[in-house]
């Protein structure tokens, strides 16, 4: 059986467009050293050069 990894112990980044942390997922696992912001939207609002408050 496998080994239950929690939530808090993943690697984690800060999204440089709305500055809030976010955490690893799976679908990210091959390519977690490219990943730069932590949604589509703020991968899109990043490319028109709007920002968000958190």
Known sequence: MAKMIRKGDLPT?????????????????????????????CRREAKTGATRKA
Not at 15 to 38: G, H, L, S
């Open 13 to 41: 980044k800060t999204c440089p467009t709305c500055t809030r942390p976010f955490a690893w997922r799976k679908k990210w696992e091959r390519d977690w050293a490219n990943v730069i912001y932590c949604s589509e939207r």
